[in-house]
C-alpha cells in the first residue's frame, strides 16, 4: 500500500466505473462512493510513510506533510459528496461520463500535491483542469465551463513559462531543488514568482479571476459544487505554498520596498487577497440563487486562506491551512444541504423557497453549524482558524489587511444568515407542504462532515498538530500547542473550555426557560400583519432583496465580468477588421492593397 | 476549571444581570426627568421582566423557541468572559476575540428564532440589525486591532491592567483619544441606542425582530438585552478607561459611561439603516485608521507616552 497504488486505483477505477455506468449508471455511482472513501482510508493509512520518494515511467513523487494534509482534505471533500452522486445520476445528461470525471480529477489532484517535479505536477493539474472543465457544462450552463477553461488556461499557461524560465535558469526540474539553486535578480525573480502563482490565484479566485467561481459554482451538478468549492479552489492554496514557502519568496525580495515586514510584492498579493474577502462579500449579500452566494463566499474565504499563507509565520500561517480545512468541510456541508433541497424541491432560488425547516430538520440543522463555522463563531473550526489570522495580523499591524478580514467576517454574517432565513425559516409555501427530509444516504455525509466541524473546533489541536508539522518542514516557528489550548505572543485560545462554558451558558438559559410556563403552538400564518388580512403563505415570506437600504450603497458598481466580455468584444473588432481588410474577397479591398504596397515600394525606391 | 469556577461564573452572571437591570432602572427614571415625565420606580424594569416570564406565551415552531434559549445561553457565556479587576469566572479566556465573536452566538440565536416566526417585519428587523453590525464594528475593531498591536496582547483584562497601572493618565481614552472617541460612537450602535436603533423602531416596523413575542420569551429577550448591555460596556470599560481595580471604582466608570450613552440617545433623531453605514464609514472609520497609523509608525501614546 502505497501513494503510487492511490493514483493507480483512482485512474484505474475512473476507467472502469466509465464502462461499468455504461451498463448500469446507478452502480457506477456506488462504485464513486467505494472507491473515493477507500482513498480517503488509504490517505489516512499513508500518513506514516511520509519522507518517501516513488517514480513511475517518467513522473516521481514525494510524500510531504504539506501534501498529504491537502490530499486528506481533498479526499474528505470526495468521499463526503460521492454519496449524493446516486441521486443526481437521472438529472445529468452523461452520468457515465461524470461518474469517471469524478474519480480521474480526485486522482490529478492526489497526484499533484505529491508531485516532485514540475513535470509531474503540471500533468496532474492539467488532468484536474481538464476533467473538472468537462464535468461543469453537465449541469445548467456551458458558458460557465469556457469561463472556467478559459480562466484556467490563462493560469496554467503562465505557469508553464514559469517552469521553463526555470528549467532554462537552473537546469533542474525537482522543485524542492530547483527554486533553491535559482540565483537569479530581483527582476527575474519577482518575473517566476508572479507567473507561477497566477495559476494558484486563478484557482482559488482571487480578485480579479474571482469571475469563474459564482459561474462554475452556480451551475455545475449539483453533486460537483460541494467539490469544487471544497476542494479543487483549495489547489490554488498548494501553488501558493510552494511559490511562498518552497521558493524563498521573502529571502528573495528582502531587498524590495518592506511594508511592515513583508516584501512589497507579497504585500500586494495580501491586498489583493483583502480586495477579494470584500468583493466576495458584497456579492455574496446580494445575491438571490442560494448556490451563487455560497459561491461568492468561496471568493472571500480563498482570501482569507491566500492572506494566511502568504504571511508565512508563525500564527497566520497555521490560522491559514486550518482555514483551508474548516472552509472546505463547512462550505462542502452548505453546498451539500443546498443539493438536498434542490433535489426535494428543484430550485436553489432563494424566493421560491422558504419554511424547509418544517419538513427537513436535520438538513436545517446541518445547515446551521456549518455556517456558524462559515461564519467564524464559536465553538466551530472555523472560529479558531480566523481567529489565528486575526491575531497574525494584529501582531504585525496590518491595518487595511485587518480591515477587510473584519469585514468579511462579519459581513459573512449577513450573506449566511440569508439562506438560513429564506429557505429554511419563514413561510412554507403550500406548494412544499408533501416535502420529505433528504433520503438517507444523502444524510450520512451532512452529518459526518457536521461532527467533523464540531469536533475540530473543539479540540483543533488534533489537525494543528499536523499543521504544526508542516511548519517544521518549512522552516517556520512551530505555533505553540498545550493540551487543548494554542499559545500565541499576543494571545491565548483554549477552545475546549470555550465549549464548556457556551455549553454550561445554553444549559442554565434552558433551565430557565423550562421552568417558565409553557408557550401554546400556533400556526405560522397566526402572526401580527398590522391588521392585513393576508391568506397567502408565499405574500407573507420576507426574501427579495434582504439587504436592500445596504445593497443600494454599492448598487452602481463596475463590474469585472463586464469588464471583461468588453475586453473581448474589442477583441472581437479587432478580428473583423482584420478579417474584412485582408481575408474578403473584394476587389476593391485587393486593388487597394496592390496600389498601397506598389506606392510603398516605390516610394522605397525613391529615397534610396 | 473546577467546580467553583463553575459557581463563580454563575454569581457573576446574576451579578451582572441584576446590577444592569437597576442601572436601567435609575436610567428611566433619568430618561423621563429629560422628558419632564416622573418615571416609573426604579425597580420597575425587574417586575417588567419577572411579569413577563410568568405570563402565558405562544410558539411558532421548535426553532422560535430554540432560538430564543440558544441566544441567551451564549450571552450567558459571554458574560463569563468579561474580567473585572483582577476577577475572572473561567481564567485565561478573557480574549477580545472570543468575546465579540461569542456575542455574535447571541445575536444569531435570536436573530433565528425571529425569522423563524415567519413574520416579515422580524426579518426586516433582523437585515437591519446584521447591517447596523456591519457598520459599528468596522471602526472598533480597526480600534481593537490597534490596541492589540500596541499593548502585544488581546486579552481584555491584561490592557484593562496595564492601564491602571500607570494611572488616570494611562486610560487609553487619553493614550488614544481618537480610538476612545471612535470607541464611544460605536458604543451607541452596539447598545442599539439612538440615532441607531433603527432596527427595533416600534412604530415603523411593529419593534421589529422583537414583534412576534410574548410571555416567557420575551423575558428571556429583556434578559438578553440586559446582559449584552453589560458586555459592550463591560468592553468600553475595560478597553479605554482601565476597567476597574475594585467593584465600586468599575460601578462607577460603568453608571457615568451608560448614562451618558443613554443622555445622547434622549436627545438624538433615528438614523435610516443606511444612513447609519455611511455615517459609521466616513468619520469614525478615518479616525479609527488615522490613529492605527499613528500607533503602528510612530508609537504616540504608547512607547512615548508622558
Known amino acids: ?121 503540471f500533468v496532474f493539474w492539467e488532468l484536474v483542469v481538464w476533467s473538472s472543465a468537462f464535468i461543469i457544462p453537465l449541469g445548467k450552463s456551458r458558458k460557465a465551463s469556457y469561463i472556467y477553461y478559459v480562466i484556467s488556461t490563462m493560469g496554467s499557461l503562465a505557469t508553464l513559462y514559469a517552469i521553463l524560465l526555470i528549467y532554462k535558469l537552473t537546469g533542474s526540474l525537482v522543485i524542492r531543488e530547483a527554486f533553491v539553486l535559482l540565483d537569479v535578480s530581483l527582476g527575474e525573480s519577482i518575473l517566476i514568482f508572479g507567473l507561477f502563482i497566477l495559476s494558484g490565484l486563478t484557482k482559488i479566485g482571487i480578485f480579479p479571476f474571482h469571475v469563474w467561481l459564482p459561474l462554475a459554482h452556480g451551475s455545475a451538478p449539483h453533486t460537483f459544487s460541494p467539490i469544487l468549492s471544497g476542494g479543487l479552489v483549495k489547489l490554488g492554496a498548494y501553488v501558493a505554498y510552494i511559490s511562498v514557502v518552497i521558493f524563498p519568496a521573502y529571502g528573495a525580495f528582502s531587498s524590495t520596498f518592506m511594508v511592515l515586514g513583508i516584501p512589497l510584492p507579497i504585500y500586494l498579493l495580501m491586498v489583493l487577497g483583502a480586495i477579494s474577502i470584500v468583493i466576495g462579500t458584497l456579492m455574496a449579500i446580494r445575491q438571490d440563487d442560494a448556490k451563487k452566494l455560497l459561491a461568492y463566499s468561496s471568493v472571500a474565504n480563498g482570501g482569507y486562506i491566500l492572506i494566511g499563507i502568504l504571511m508565512k509565520d508563525q500564527i497566520a500561517f497555521a490560522g491559514g491551512l486550518l482555514h483551508l480545512f474548516a472552509h472546505a468541510i463547512a462550505s462542502a456541508t452548505a453546498f451539500l444541504t443546498i443539493a438536498a433541497v434542490a433535489y426535494r424541491t428543484g430550485t436553489t432560488k432563494m424566493s421560491e423557497l422558504g419554511g424547509m425547516i418544517h419538513r427537513m430538520p436535520i438538513t436545517y440543522t446541518v445547515y446551521l453549524i456549518s455556517i456558524i463555522s462559515m461564519a467564524g ?137 423550562l421552568l417558565m410556563p409553557n408557550s401554546r403552538r400556533v400556526g405560522l400564518m397566526d402572526t401580527y400583519t398590522s391588521a392585513e388580512f393576508i391568506y397567502t403563505p408565499e405574500l407573507l415570506h420576507y426574501a427579495h432583496d434582504f439587504y436592500a437600504p445596504f445593497e443600494r450603497l454599492y448598487g452602481k458598481h463596475p463590474s469585472t465580468l463586464k469588464l471583461y466580455e468588453r475586453l473581448s468584444l474589442k477583441v472581437q473588432e479587432l478580428g473583423t477588421f482584420v478579417d474584412y481588410a485582408f481575408m474578403s474577397h473584394r476587389p476593391s479591398l485587393t486593388v487597394f492593397w496592390i496600389m498601397l504596397f506598389m506606392s510603398l515600394i516605390a516610394m522605397g525606391g525613391v529615397v534610396q | 476549571m473546577t467546580l467553583m469556577n463553575f459557581f463563580n461564573a454563575l454569581i457573576f452572571v446574576l451579578f451582572a444581570f441584576f446590577m444592569q437591570t437597576s442601572i436601567t432602572g435609575v436610567n428611566r427614571k433619568i430618561m423621563a426627568r429629560l422628558q419632564k415625565r416622573r418615571g416609573p420606580r426604579w425597580y420597575q424594569q425587574f417586575l417588567d421582566i419577572f411579569k413577563a416570564l410568568s405570563k402565558s406565551s405562544i410558539s411558532h415552531g421548535w426553532v422560535f423557541q430554540f432560538g430564543v434559549v440558544m441566544a441567551v445561553g451564549g450571552i450567558m457565556a459571554t458574560v463569563m468572559f468579561i474580567p473585572i479587576g483582577d476577577f475572572r469566572a473561567f481564567p485565561g479566556t478573557d480574549n477580545i476575540f472570543i468575546i465579540s465573536y461569542l456575542l455574535a452566538v447571541g445575536m444569531l440565536g435570536m436573530a433565528m428564532s425571529a425569522a423563524g416566526s415567519g413574520n416579515p417585519w422580524a426579518s426586516i428587523g433582523v437585515g437591519r440589525a446584521l447591517t447596523n453590525m456591519l457598520a459599528y464594528d468596522m471602526p472598533f475593531m480597526v480600534v481593537v486591532v490597534t490596541m492589540i498591536f500596541a499593548f502585544k496582547t488581546s486579552s481584555v483584562g491584561e490592557i484593562a491592567e496595564i492601564q491602571r497601572n500607570i494611572g488616570v493618565l494611562g486610560w487609553n481614552i487619553f493614550r488614544l483619544p481618537l480610538g476612545g472617541i471612535v470607541g464611544l460612537i460605536c458604543l451607541q450602535g452596539m447598545l442599539g441606542k439612538k440615532p441607531f436603533d433603527s432596527f427595533i423602531a416600534p412604530a415603523e416596523i411593529a419593534s421589529g425582530p422583537m414583534v412576534e413575542y410574548g410571555g416567557r420569551q420575551l423575558g428571556m429577550l429583556f434578559i438578553l438585552h440586559e446582559l449584552m448591555t453589560f458586555i459592550e460596556v463591560s468592553l468600553i470599560v475595560n478597553l479605554f478607561f482601565g476597567g476597574g481595580a475594585t467593584l465600586l471604582e468599575y460601578f462607577i466608570k460603568y453608571f457615568i459611561i451608560y448614562t451618558f450613552a443613554n443622555l445622547v440617545s434622549g436627545i438624538s433623531p433615528r438614523f435610516k439603516i443606511d444612513q447609519a453605514v455611511t455615517f459609521y464609514y466616513k468619520a469614525p472609520l478615518l479616525a479609527a485608521l488615522v490613529q492605527g497609523f499613528i500607533v503602528v509608525f510612530t508609537g504616540w501614546g504608547v512607547t512615548k507616552w508622558l
Open chain 1, 377 to 513: 463563531i464559536p465553538p466551530m473550526a472555523g472560529f479558531v482558524s480566523k481567529w489565528l489570522i486575526l491575531q497574525g495580523l494584529a501582531n504585525q499591524g496590518l491595518l487595511f489587511i485587518s480591515l477587510a478580514a473584519f469585514f468579511g467576517s462579519i459581513g459573512s454574517f449577513l450573506y449566511v444568515f440569508r439562506p438560513l432565513s429564506a429557505v429554511f425559516l419563514g413561510q412554507l409555501a403550500p406548494k412544499h407542504e408533501n416535502l420529505k427530509e433528504a433520503p438517507p444516504l444523502m444524510l450520512i455525509p451532512m452529518i459526518l462532515l457536521t461532527c467533523i466541524t464540531l469536533f475540530v473546533g473543539i479540540f483543533p489541536n488534533t489537525v494543528l498538530e499536523s499543521i504544526t508539522h508542516i511548519q517544521r518542514e518549512a522552516g517556520i516557528n512551530m505555533l505553540e500547542l498545550q493540551q487543548n489550548a494554542i499559545v500565541t505572543l499576543n494571545g491565548y485560545l483554549n477552545a475546549y473550555h470555550v465549549f464548556v462554558v457556551f455549553a454550561y451558558g445554553f444549559v442554565l438559559a434552558l433551565i430557565l426557560y
Open chain 1, 1 to 121: 500500500m502505497n501513494l503510487l497504488s492511490i493514483i493507480t486505483i483512482l485512474i484505474v477505477g475512473g476507467l472502469l466505473t466509465y464502462v461499468v455506468s455504461r451498463m448500469n449508471k446507478i452502480v457506477g455511482a456506488y462504485m464513486t462512493i467505494i472507491i473515493s472513501l477507500a482513498t480517503l482510508a488509504m490517505v489516512l493509512f499513508i500518513k506514516s510513510q511520509v519522507g518517501s520518494t516513488y517514480s513511475i515511467l517518467y513522473f516521481s513523487f514525494k510524500l510531504t506533510e504539506v501534501g498529504w494534509y491537502f490530499s486528506f482534505v481533498l479526499a474528505l471533500t470526495y468521499a463526503m459528496s460521492a454519496f449524493y452522486n446516486v441521486y443526481f445520476t437521472d438529472k445529468l445528461l452523461y452520468p457515465h461520463t461524470y461518474s469517471m470525471l469524478y474519480l480521474l480529477s480526485l486522482g490529478g489532484s492526489i497526484g499533484l500535491f505529491f508531485a516532485r517535479d514540475f513535470i509531474t505536477f
